[in-house]
């Protein structure tokens, strides 16, 4: 029998981690930082479930922090086994796992001057020397080549469609017959620009699925005509649009859609800076891996274009580089980070520019309740930067059909796919009332036996 226990993202969109026990081997499925309130965040510092030591390996699906976070604070409290991943999302954990230390770094030095914490001295959940000597324990494989995680199980990774390298794990056990264990990981969305839309479900007995659009579904405006649009307006302004956006993922489909839009004359031709060290990074990494591109995406390189990269783009790694821009002449566009503009490089850009009219922030993500976006997007008249109170003054426009999930319905047709339905489905990875309309759903189909595990529960699979 397969054990299977629920230690992350139960009942919530954060922590991914799942811990399975069989035949006397023990290993995971993600290994993520729980985020958002603090009653979460505490969950970090809580004891692991089980001596670090004693589990073999970790397969993850991709390397968002919520997935990949807990990584080298498990390593540091004695694992020592391999880290499965594609090459794809190994390559993105060395950019974010060490840039996720950094700010642990950063937040207990915070505390420390300034005697928030009750713990003295307070300490960072790990170090970015913790971070990097994990990373050491990544092992990559394609997508659809299987490998042995335990002895009598293996894996195979799928493509998810959620960002660059990201996967679905099939684990397939021993036995006569074998049985086989998906975990759907984050799906992405539909139609995508750059990546390649999930791969079909074939087969599962059981199946985690996520759920974290599982009440919603997607705007089916079409974005690319609201992005021409809204960059019309700005340069008819004369002024700079500053778009706030995630380093990863978000940055790179803002820019392959401008790319196109300048390309079909469909925009004017006006300078765009990518202001962010790690966006930079990642640029570099959807250039690494074409095999990941959609067929759109493909057909540009056949045409002997490149992907992410036009005349007018520049890539601002440095701080001389960010400071330069300063010095440009509008109109002009700007995509920095961060996405909520909680800190980064697009907070310089806010404040210098937020006060002219003839200029826009185009938000292009999900901003959460607090942040300066938000306040940005609920039309406060003044927001505070470095201490400062800054007029909003300049047009601020939302810009809705960026997503990284699939919705409800993708979800639903895509775990329906499959030729029979599993022995029983698990829904993770969302807020509650997500995974209830999710459970909804798919328990009215006949034949579906559908559950939402609370945090910690354990299963058996027999």
Known sequence: MIRLRFLGAAGTVTGSRYLLDWRG??????????????????????????????????????AHIDHSGYLPLLQRTGFSGPIHATGGTRDLCALLLPDSAQIQ????????????????PALP??????????????????????????????????DAGHILGSARVELLFEGDPP?????????????????????????????????????RVHTDHPVEQNLRDLVRSGVQRGGVIVVPAFAVERTQEVVYLLDELLHQGGIPSIPVYV???????????????????????????????????????????????SKAINRARPPFLVVSASGMATGGRVLHHLKRYLPDPANTVLLVGYQAVGTRGWRLQQGEESVRIFGESVRVRAWIDK??????????????????????????????????EALEAQRVRLASRPGWEVHVPAHDQEVILE
């Open 399 to 432: 810009l809705d059909g960026f997503s990284g999930h699939a919705d409800s319905v993708q979800l639903e047709r895509w775990a329906t796919g499959l030729a029979r339905p599993p022995r029983r489905v698990f829904l993770t990875h969302g807020e509650p």
């Open 275 to 321: 202001d962010s060290p790690m966006a930079v990074r990642a640029f570099h990494l959807f250039q690494k891996y074409p095999e990941y591109y959609d067929e759109d995406a493909r057909r540009l390189l056949e045409a002997g274009r490149r992907v992410l990269s036009f005349p007018g783009l520049r890539l601002c790694e440095t701080v001389e580089d």
């Open 125 to 158: 959940l790990y170090t970015r020397a913790d971070a990097e000597a994990c990373l050491g324990r990544f092992q990559d494989h394609p997508y659809r080549q299987p490998f042995q995680i335990v002895p009598g199980v293996q894996a195979v990774f799928r």
């Open 179 to 215: 049985r086989r264990l998906v975990f759907s990981g984050d799906l992405g969305r539909l139609d995508a620009p750059i990546l390649r839309d999930p791969e079909p479900l074939e087969e599962a007995d059981w199946l985690v699925l996520e759920s974290t659009y599982g009440d």
């Open 105 to 120: 770094e950063e937040e207990a030095a915070y505390a420390n001057r300034h005697k928030t914490s009750k713990h003295q």
């Open 25 to 62: 081997h023990r290993f995971m499925v993600d290994c993520g930082l729980f985020q958002g309130s603090k009653e979460l965040r505490l969950r970090n510092r809580e004891p692991f479930a089980v001596p670090a030591d004693s589990v073999e390996a970790v397969v993850l699906t991709h």
